[in-house]
């Protein structure tokens, strides 16, 4: 295997020795860049985008013409399982994504089988062979999925932006409905990130956007289980290199230790969780990940440098940080406000790894 020229990102997420503390950004390939709004349009829609590899290769390569950032991450959606499923996957203009078939009726939920990503999802496939291709081994390449808990919200409620009524209801009515849609998602999770394993992903993240809306002992049994479930399943090695896996649910600040026994080797953070207090919690078990606001990329290049340096000085000295937003960028974040966050961190962090 040709090495890496950049594997900062690798070896920061394994907790090995770096120079610096590597960047890349959630949602870098997005509305934010006017390339972007502009093969969008070629493509047509949104799911053109992502279901066409030259497109998906396209629009990941952007941020990474732009920036000096330190990974790409494959442009995919979260909800390509779902749709794979069969539940009809749509996006209505200004309303996010919506499901034509949302699993209400106890028929549906039992006959929900797992996608094969060879087939059904071979067009993401492709595009992680294709964009792996095209980098040419300038920086690693992030696969990634939703947990089964946010992807069954979407898969439940029929649409994003919910109170989580359909969803929670099932929960505490119907468990065991909702354990087998889970059950199903994390089987087909599991091996669809393999299958980016396989196809060039040499980092996988799990995306547990809508985790944090559950109690305490309910995140413990309907998300953590399942994601548990899935790293235990996990290809941990790929053509002779570890393939480092995160784990990031949003508001998940009060697990903090639980998700550092997953299984994972990076825990993600949002903005919410204080760097320093998350790295004395957890400990050497995993590196972390994040975790600046991304609103504050609204602000002055004075601002966003200040509060980049406040965040890699409560890290402190030392290995395993990968600096991030803590979710991710708006579409109406100013690129030249991208620019500064990732040089900054490239300068300022150089102290923290002599």
Not at 8 to 32: D, F, H, I, N
Not at 50 to 74: G, H, W
Request: glycine residues 8%; proline residues 5%.
């Amino acid at each position: 295997m040709t090495k890496l020229k950049n594997d900062t990102l690798l070896r920061a997420l394994l907790k090995q020795p770096t120079e610096y503390t590597p960047v890349w950004m959630m949602r870098q390939a997005g509305r934010y860049l006017p390339e972007y709004n502009k093969t969008r349009a070629r493509a047509g829609d949104f799911l053109s985008l992502c279901k066409n590899p030259d497109f998906a290769t396209e629009v990941t390569m952007q941020p990474l013409e732009r920036y000096s950032l330190d990974a790409a991450i494959l442009f995919s959606d979260i909800l390509t399982i779902p749709d794979a499923m069969g539940l009809g996957l749509y996006f209505a203009e200004g309303e996010g994504p919506k499901f034509e078939r949302p699993l209400r009726e106890e028929k549906e939920i039992r006959s929900l089988t797992a996608p094969d990503p060879a087939l059904h999802l071979k067009y993401v496939m492709d595009a992680v062979s294709q964009i792996r291709k095209t980098l040419d081994n300038q920086v690693p390449l992030i696969g990634f999925s939703g947990s089964p808990f946010t992807l069954a919200c979407y898969m439940i409620e029929g649409r994003g932006g919910t109170d989580f009524r359909q969803i929670k209801t099932m929960l505490y009515k119907r468990p065991d409905l909702l354990r087998h849609i889970l059950d199903i998602t994390a089987q087909s999770v599991t091996n669809y990130l393999n299958a980016q394993i396989e196809s060039g992903a040499q980092a996988v993240m799990i995306f547990d956007t809508w985790g944090g809306v559950l109690s305490h002992s309910a995140y413990q049994e309907f998300s953590l289980r399942y994601m548990k479930q899935i790293l235990t399943g996990l290809k941990r090695e790929h053509d002779g290199e570890r393939i480092p896996s995160v784990v990031f649910t949003k508001g998940g600040g009060l697990w903090l230790e639980s998700i550092a026994e997953s299984g994972c080797d990076a825990l993600g953070l949002d903005w919410t969780i204080n760097i320093a207090e998350a790295r004395n919690r957890v400990g050497h078990k995993v590196a972390l990940q994040g975790n600046l606001d991304p609103a504050i990329l609204f602000s002055t290049p004075e601002v966003i440098t200040t509060e980049v340096e406040k965040i890699l000085k409560d890290y402190g000295s030392g290995s395993g940080h990968v600096f991030n937003l803590g979710h991710g960028i708006s579409q109406f974040t100013p690129p030249e406000s991208a620019l500064t966050l990732i040089n900054a961190v490239h300068s300022l962090s150089k102290k923290y790894h002599s």
